[in-house]
């Protein structure tokens, strides 16, 4: 069974700091290129970050330069560094597989007040 589960959002104030973590099971992770996403009310589910299985990374831009994403295979778990935050990150942000989607799971709540 396929489960995706995002931790570590919360609270933070403008140029703040949070490091997210996905820990993934039911899927050979180590061979999966994997992505992050972020969703905020009234807008579509954005990709901000992707890691392949290699290493190979690739930002939005809105993201480049303060976010890093980082992938422990011996953990199965993904991560997000994100620094210098800014109130339009706030979201919920979520993981997922590339190219072929599992399924979503619950999100992680990320609120940067200004």
């Known amino acids: 069974q396929v489960q995706l589960v995002e931790s570590g959002g919360g609270l933070v104030q403008a140029g703040g700091s949070l490091r997210l973590s996905c820990a993934a099971s039911g899927i050979i992770f180590r061979l999966r290129t994997m992505g992050w996403y972020r969703q905020a009310p009234g807008t579509q589910r954005e990709m901000v970050a992707s890691?392949?299985?290699?290493?190979?990374?690739n930002y939005a831009d809105s993201v480049k330069g303060r976010f890093t994403i980082s992938r422990d295979n011996a953990k199965n778990t993904v991560y997000p560094q994100m620094n210098s935050l800014k109130p339009e990150d706030t979201a919920v942000y979520y993981c997922?597989?590339?190219?072929?989607?599992?399924?979503w799971g619950q999100g992680t709540q990320v609120t940067v007040s200004s």
């Open positions: 997922n597989a590339l190219p072929n989607k599992v399924s």
């Open positions: 890691i392949a299985s290699g290493g190979t990374t």
